[in-house]
């Protein structure tokens, strides 16, 4: 409904908030959301806007290591994901 609402000549800055993923993908981030995006949910969404050609800009935020070391590597695989996907090296 977003892409349909912005319009197929808008320019799109995707913002990836990592915090947005449920704690299972993105532990180390800084506002954890029980319940929150899957990384399946989250990936559909990264394909939908680039997939609708207007992707001209990404980024990551709110990665923090600080808050739970032990489970960054899981958070940080996540980003990855995201910005892979984002950038067309899956497809």
Same mark, same amino acid.
């Given at each position: 409904?977003? &892409?349909?609402y912005v319009?197929?000549?808008t320019p799109i800055h &995707?913002?990836?908030d990592i915090d947005a993923l449920d704690p299972k993908w993105a532990s180390s981030a800084g506002h954890l959301v029980p319940g929150g995006l899957s990384l399946e949910d989250a990936d559909s969404?990264? =394909?939908r806007i680039r997939g609708s050609g207007n992707?001209?800009?990404v980024d990551l935020v709110e990665v923090n290591p600080t808050i739970n070391p032990n489970r960054l590597e899981q958070t940080i695989q996540s980003? =990855?994901?995201l910005m892979k996907r984002a &950038?067309?090296?899956y497809r």
């Open positions: 409904m977003a &892409l349909d319009g197929r000549e &995707l913002s990836c969404i990264v =394909r992707l001209i800009a980003g =990855r994901v &950038l067309g090296f």
